[in-house]
């Protein structure tokens, strides 16, 4: 039977190509098939080993067995909820009753494990207190505090709770002050400064290696309390020794040989620098006193010492490198190759404190700073530099020298240096350049602009030996330095610079000379370099015109100075209101006289101090002013007497006498005074008759003519003559 397929009889009944077939023409074959099926499972059960009958009768016994049990069940049932549940409700009653008396009794016991516990601390006190161990009695304080921080339920409302807690508290404070007490005893400290300015800084150091030493060390440590005397105790070595050693003159000694007392003795002194290494050796002097005392280890690896270095190591390392061991850094090349003797005593140094325990072995180094050697060399470079560079803008501009050529040469440079071939760009620029941009001409300077030139070499020669960081930054150094020029110098001798014409030539000089080597700087910086191509351009020409302008400005303001002392001069005299009189006073020849003796002056104090061209150009100037101010005063007057006439001429022919003393040369004063001429033919008209004027007037080419307009001269003429028929004649000949 297993083997048959019903979907194979399926497909035997129906074939697929079998399409007209009707229900009737199935059925039977269907039943034949059914009974076919029916014959095959006979036979199965036949052959079958199970005996069903059997079976049958074994099932129906057990659904009888399972009834009675169904009952007996029914019948539990029926007794528990009758007898057990009553007994179980009674058991529940009787168990919240026990519970009951349990929650008393462990209530109770719990107020007296308390009460107990707190007699146990306070007993181990006072044993504690009678071995005199400091230690075992801030531990059982602490532990009866702990313990009463968290007590257990109604202690708490309990009379013995509230004594147990004020008892614990007032133990432990007057622990902790007999702690404080003995710390006291062994750790003392004090300043004082007496009347000379000397502050002594004692420090006694009773500590040792003793029980009660460490007894007291770790009492303060459990009441957490060392810390905080530990944080006063460094913050005085700190603020009153280690501070003062970087800075001030200190001399540090113990008096006692067993080091008790370590005495640091400061001297305050006024713009006093200790040196790197005096630092050193008090700070190493100051340690190696302390550690024999404060190097007791009271607990595993803990030291007064490491707590100490714990506290300042860290403002110890910054302040002692930025104050002290930055400043030895050098601030020139030489000594920087050489700077490896100081690193190695910073480095010992460092060991030192390692090995008294104020440094973990460790995580701190002094020498982090070298890290950026480039930027502090070139940071203590340019310090040096411009503070040198300012010492020497505040020395006196009248210390002088002599400078330059007397006479530059003629040809143009190139030509001069090599007799080679040049293209025509070569040769237009060697042709047009002036011989002035690579001469100075013969002058006195100030002795402080030929130093400050030479510091700006010095500057540059070591600039280009250093790195590149080193060289850019002293670069800008150098042009700092002259632009520091600029207002340094001005502002510190300013009152000279505008009273002492001397110091405005020299001032003027100085920043005429700086102005020239500014013009070649750049391509001297470079050729040092050797080539070496940099990322910036190197070059002062920018700052020529800038210190040329500064020394015009001095110069201009002196000259307005001088020019306005000129005319005050004239102004104030007779001079000034010649039409009102008919004689001059004598205030008008002493006003000339005066005018001539400023200029005399000025002849002196700046002949040899300006280069010739230059005094001659500026002595011409004041003589131009001068001569005009005389011309301009007689040609507007509409009336001179004859006595005021010769007055004048007198007064004026020694202007012509004095005047040509006050150039290098007598002939200077043709070239160079442009009114000149005309000053002279003025005094001319002033002592000649109409005849002569004239002559000298022919018809208009003659000196009058060349000299003056034709209205200056009518005016003059009506002025100095009366109004004949002559003058008319000669006056309607002026046109």
Request: proline letters at 3%; hydrophobic letters at 40%.
């Amino acid at each position: 039977m297993a083997d048959n397929d019903v979907d194979s009889i399926i497909a035997n009944l129906f074939t697929p190509d079998e399409t007209n077939w009707t229900p009737s023409q199935k059925i039977p074959v269907i039943l034949k098939e059914i009974e076919k099926a029916k014959a095959e499972m006979k036979v199965f059960l036949n052959n079958n080993d199970f005996d069903v009958a059997a079976v049958l009768k074994e099932g129906n016994e057990l659904c009888a067995e399972s009834q009675g049990l169904v009952q007996e069940m029914e019948a539990c049932k029926q007794e528990i909820e009758t007898v057990t549940m009553a007994e179980i409700l009674k058991s529940i009653e009787s168990h919240d009753l026990i519970a009951k008396e349990l929650e008393s009794v462990t209530f109770a016991y719990s107020i007296v494990n308390d009460i107990i516990n707190c007699g146990k601390y306070l007993k181990e006190f006072e044993e504690g207190k009678e071995v005199q161990s400091f230690t075992r009695a801030v531990e059982a304080v602490y532990d009866l505090l702990m313990y009463i921080e968290n007590p257990s339920e109604g202690f708490d409302q309990l009379e013995i709770y509230s004594n147990a807690k004020v008892t614990g508290q007032l133990i432990l404070e007057n622990i902790v002050r007999d702690l404080f007490l003995e710390w006291d005893r062994m750790v003392c400290f004090n300043s004082r400064t007496d009347d000379r300015n000397c502050t002594t800084v004692t420090i006694t150091l009773t500590l040792n290696e003793s029980l009660l030493s460490i007894d007291v060390l770790n009492a303060l440590d459990k009441c957490k309390k060392l810390d905080e005397r530990v944080d006063e105790l460094a913050q005085f070595i700190m603020k009153e020794v280690l501070i003062p050693f970087m800075h001030e003159y200190c001399l540090t000694y113990s008096e006692t040989d067993d080091v008790t007392v370590v005495t640091v003795s400061i001297e305050h002194k006024k713009d006093y620098v200790p040196t790197y290494e005096e630092v050193i050796t008090n700070i190493r002097l100051f340690f190696h006193y302390l550690s024999q005392k404060l190097n007791v280890e009271f607990k595993r690896s803990t030291t007064l010492m490491s707590l100490i270095g714990r506290q300042l190591r860290d403002e110890f390392t910054e302040m002692i490198v930025k104050d002290v061991f930055i400043h030895t850094v050098p601030n020139n090349i030489t000594d920087l190759q050489a700077y490896n003797s100081v690193t190695s005593v910073i480095h010992s140094f460092q060991q030192f404190l390692s090995s008294v325990y104020f440094y973990p072995e460790k995580g701190y180094s002094l020498l982090n700073y070298m890290n950026n050697i480039d930027y502090l060399f070139a940071d203590r470079s340019s310090q040096y530099f411009l503070e040198t560079a300012r010492s020497i803008m505040l020395k006196d501009l009248s210390v002088s020298m002599s400078i330059g050529v007397e006479k530059i040469p003629e040809g143009g440079r190139l030509r001069r240096l090599s007799n080679g071939d040049y293209n025509e760009a070569v040769t237009i620029l060697d042709t047009t350049m002036p011989n002035s941009l690579f001469y100075f001409p013969r002058c006195m300077i100030s002795k402080t602009a030929q130093e400050l030139l030479d510091l700006v070499y010095g500057l540059m020669e070591q600039a280009v030996q250093c790195t590149d960081v080193v060289c850019r930054k002293l670069y800008n150094t150098a042009r700092l330095i002259f632009e520091l020029y600029d207002a340094v110098v001005p502002y510190h001798h300013e009152n000279f610079l505008l009273t002492i014409p001397q110091y405005v030539a020299l001032f003027h000089n100085n920043c005429m000379y700086l102005a020239h080597n500014l013009q070649t700087l750049g391509d001297k910086w470079l050729n040092l370099m050797e080539g070496c191509e940099v990322s910036y351009a190197i070059s002062f020409v920018d700052l020529v015109q800038k210190m040329r302008d500064l020394g015009y400005k001095y110069l201009t303001m002196q000259m307005q100075q001088q020019r306005k002392q000129i005319l005050d001069n004239i102004r104030t005299s007779d001079l000034n209101c010649i039409v009102a009189k008919d004689v001059l006073n004598e205030n008008a020849e002493a006003a000339v006289r005066q005018c001539l003796r400023q200029l005399q002056i000025l002849k002196n104090v700046w002949i040899g101090v300006f280069p010739a061209n230059v005094f001659t150009r500026l002595m011409a100037t004041l003589v131009n002013m001068f001569l005009d101010e005389l011309i301009h005063r007689v040609c507007t007057v509409e009336d001179i007497s004859v006595e005021m006439a010769t007055q004048l001429t007198d007064m004026y022919n020694l202007v012509v006498q004095k005047t040509p003393q006050l150039f290098h040369k007598p002939a200077d004063v043709e070239s160079h005074v442009q009114p000149w001429p005309k000053f002279k033919e003025l005094i001319f008209v002033l002592g000649a008759s109409l005849r002569d004027l004239e002559s000298h007037w022919n018809d208009g080419t003659g000196p009058l003519a060349v000299h003056f307009k034709t209205e200056e001269l009518r005016n003059l003429i009506k002025a100095l003559f009366q109004n004949t028929q002559y003058r008319a004649n000669f006056l309607s000949k002026i046109k």
